[in-house]
């Protein structure tokens, strides 16, 4: 599938963004802080489970931006790159947690109730929701980022291999191991209610 005239556009300006950006222009980081705080955000949210983890990171991910700006290949895609930072802020993340567990995993999973669908049938819908998110929650976090960047910010497999490092091979195997063990989990969950 072709990207749509609005990504190509939105793709181009973001390019001459970071091109502005590695110059040294703090208007253009604030520019691509307005247009990416909220995928960024709502990507580290989904792989660490905690929605004021995920602020405090995303604004991490700005500041690694503008420090590593001049790291940045011209011509290559910004969104994965961007991505790529914050899916690292976010591993590292739960690295430190695993080293220094003093709370546990549910107290921090406070995911905002934005994600969570509520209307007709509301209390079902959120069961529902639920029941996926406590799943995606306990996928490896490889398998969460690449399902994640695929199935929210519905970018390609090269674009996901270039945002976690990895070969689009791998992405592949990964998001469709998550969708393997997705299954059997809603399925297992379904039969016990």
């Known amino acids: 599938m072709a990207p749509s005239q609005d990504a190509l556009q939105t793709a181009s300006e973001d390019s001459a963004l970071m091109a502005l950006l590695k110059s040294g222009s703090e ?8 247009r990416w705080e909220l995928p960024v955000k ?3 949210a989904r792989i660490v489970l905690n929605a ?11 500041v690694r931006l503008w420090q590593h700006r001049d790291r940045y290949e ?5 969104k994965p790159w961007i991505l790529g930072i914050a899916i690292n802020l976010a591993r590292n993340r739960l690295r430190w947690w695993k080293r220094r567990p003093t709370v546990a995993l549910e107290e921090w999973t406070d995911l905002p109730e934005s994600d969570i669908a509520i209307g007709a ?5 959120t069961e529902r929701a639920q029941a996926v998110r406590e799943a995606i929650a ?18 390609s497999y ?5 945002a976690v ?27 016990s209610r």
Not at 121 to 125: H, N
């Open 27 to 34: 208007t253009a980081l604030a520019e691509l802080m307005q």
């Open 42 to 44: 709502s990507v580290i």
């Open 52 to 62: 004021s983890e995920a602020e405090d990171l995303a604004q991490e991910t700005f």
């Open 74 to 78: 011209e011509g290559r895609p910004v």
């Open 121 to 125: 049938g509301g209390l079902e819908k």
């Open 138 to 155: 306990s996928l490896p976090v490889e398998f969460r980022e690449a399902l994640v960047l695929f199935q929210y910010e519905h970018l």
């Open 158 to 162: 090269a674009d996901i291999a270039l």
């Open 165 to 191: 490092g990895t070969s689009e091979k791998a992405v592949e195997n990964r998001i469709v191991r998550a969708r393997e063990r997705l299954r059997a989990r809603l399925k297992d969950l379904a039969q």
